[in-house]
């Protein structure tokens, strides 16, 4: 009998269920949407149980299309959107408030409270103070329900990113555990000592009692008893850009990914010592297997894919995705700068007040221009994280693995191996999230003997090689470092 591995892919605005064999080839995926809830402007939640729901329902459904029984899933891997935080009542098993997604911004004036201890919170977590990461949230969360406070120092609330939130339900409520890529998002974790910090969680007043236990990436976290009878483990559990950079066997010090969505989120491996960052990246855990704990550095684009949808949904240049590249292929940008700052910029600058701009419009400059230099903008950013890569590292930069939507985009790939100039390599299966969490549970499992055993089943589509001289990259890059100098000169 032939066995997968099922893989949740819980994100953003879906939840997906992916079975993958043992050649790493994606059987049968079913994919279902999740609501955001918008209760103020800049806040960002959703309803966790309705989460949960989804999971349950993606799962039974690909199942049933596939025709297996759940005699035929070696192990679950669990991958997820990170930073997003529930906090559940021990007892009943219940969401206590809304899950506070990841982009909320509802826990700014916490953070602005901590501004000078940027540099404590910097050197433990690797990360910037910021309301993207889960300890303002589960701040906001105790400061918002009665008795908060009282209640979890108690022990009555647990506290857990999505990952924890779907491994305590799949357990029926018996492990509450995340891994270290998950706690290295929460601005608690210490990236050095690999625990919960006792001065962060001092600082912040959130009591130890609630947090999970922190587990390895490719680990045993427990029997899922939604397969009643059925001996089905969950065994890998990584947050989507670190599964993804395991999906895109990173394995090595120095290879990196790119993952093109609505953002854009590049992270490199660098090795087994935390590469603490001057150039606005961030430091993360990527992985701990089999005792070895890898980490890397991660740049964040804000506008990626999502350039592309504003124009088409409302500046009405093109009429879906792939008209972009057809018109970027029949002229030149001709100097024509866009640069998609809608909120802010991310790495390098993090800089939240600029905003979007165009530069060098002349009387020439049709709609077909604009696409073009709009597709660029995507490639210039990630080039920005790129160079700030170069920067912090002492070894050399390899290829540069892609995925995401964007991804089908030849003019745009091209690009990006050209400005960047080094090789671009796409995958045969893009759900390289779900694909890495899957590698996971397969090598705790043993459906994996090792990493040699995976970077053998691992598929390539495509490689794109760099064509454009270096004095066309210079000018054209150039170029863009001067409109995003005036960008950042022009605000509001």
């Known amino acids: 009998m032939e066995k997968y591995i099922l893989s949740i892919d819980q994100g953003t605005t879906s939840t997906r269920a992916i079975l993958f064999n043992h050649k790493g080839e994606l059987v049968n995926c079913v994919s279902k949407e999740?609501?955001?809830?918008?209760?103020?402007?800049?806040?960002?939640?959703?309803?966790?149980?309705?989460?949960?729901?989804?999971v349950l329902d993606v799962v039974t459904s690909v199942m049933v299309r596939q025709n297996i029984q759940p005699d035929s899933i070696d192990s679950i891997g669990i991958t997820n959107q990170r930073e997003t935080t529930v906090i559940w009542d021990?007892?009943?098993?219940?969401?206590?408030?809304?899950?506070?997604?990841?982009?909320?911004?509802?826990?700014?004036?916490?953070?602005?409270?901590?501004?000078?201890?940027?540099?404590?919170?910097?050197?433990?977590?690797?990360?910037?103070?910021?309301?993207?990461?889960?300890?303002?949230?589960?701040?906001?969360?105790?400061?918002?329900?009665?008795?908060?406070?009282?209640?979890?120092?108690?022990?009555?609330?647990?506290?857990?990113?999505?990952?924890s939130w779907i491994i305590y339900k799949f357990t029926n409520n018996l492990v509450h555990a995340t891994d270290v890529s998950n706690a290295s998002r929460t601005m608690l974790f210490n990236i050095n000592t690999l625990s919960w910090d006792d001065e962060l969680c001092n600082l912040f007043n959130i009591p130890k009692c609630m947090l999970p236990e922190v587990k390895q990436s490719s680990d045993d976290y427990g029997l899922v008893t939604f397969f009643s009878g059925n001996d089905v483990h969950i065994r890998g559990v990584a947050g989507d850009q670190q599964a993804a950079l395991f999906g895109q066997i990173c394995f090595e010090p120095g290879e990196s990914k790119n993952t093109y969505g609505t953002g854009c989120f590049m992270l490199l491996n660098t090795g087994k010592k935390p590469v603490f960052s001057n150039q606005g990246l961030l430091t993360t855990i990527a992985w701990q297997l089999n005792g070895e704990t890898t980490y890397a550095i991660e740049g964040s684009v804000f506008i990626g894919g999502a350039v592309v949808q504003w124009l088409r949904d409302e500046l009405h240049m093109i009429s879906d995705s792939a008209e972009s590249e057809t018109m970027a292929l029949s002229c030149h940008s001709h100097g024509v700068y866009v640069v998609p700052a809608f909120t802010g910029l991310g790495t390098p600058y993090w800089d939240d007040d600029a905003r979007g701009a165009v530069f060098g419009l002349t009387r020439g400059t049709n709609n077909r221009v604009f696409v073009r230099a709009s597709l660029e903008s995507i490639a210039y950013q990630c080039k920005d994280v790129y160079e700030a890569f170069k920067k912090e590292i002492k070894f050399p930069l390899k290829s540069l693995k892609v995925d995401g939507g964007a991804t089908a985009n030849h003019y745009l790939m091209q690009f990006q191996s050209d400005i960047l100039n080094c090789d671009i390599i796409l995958p045969k299966c893009l759900q390289t999230t779900a694909l890495g969490a899957a590698y996971l549970a397969g090598l705790n499992s043993?459906?994996?003997?090792?990493?040699?055993?995976?970077?053998?089943?691992?598929?390539?589509?495509?490689?794109?090689?760099?064509?454009?001289?270096?004095?066309?990259?210079?000018?054209?890059?150039?170029?863009?470092?001067?409109?995003?100098?005036?960008?950042?000169?022009?605000?509001?």
Request: include cysteine.
């Open 446 to 492: 043993g459906y994996y003997k090792n990493l040699d055993e995976v970077k053998h089943v691992h598929c390539i589509d495509c490689k794109y090689v760099p064509q454009m001289d270096k004095s066309e990259v210079d000018k054209l890059y150039k170029g863009w470092k001067t409109a995003i100098k005036a960008t950042r000169v022009f605000k509001n």
């Open 34 to 54: 999740v609501k955001c809830l918008f209760p103020r402007s800049g806040w960002v939640e959703s309803d966790a149980v309705e989460i949960w729901l989804s």
């Open 90 to 163: 021990k007892k009943t098993g219940m969401p206590v408030y809304n899950a506070i997604i990841w982009q909320s911004r509802q826990s700014a004036d916490i953070c602005d409270k901590y501004a000078d201890n940027k540099e404590l919170i910097h050197k433990k977590t690797g990360l910037l103070i910021n309301p993207y990461f889960s300890a303002s949230k589960i701040r906001f969360i105790l400061d918002n329900i009665e008795n908060g406070q009282e209640r979890a120092e108690k022990g009555e609330l647990m506290f857990g990113t999505i990952d």
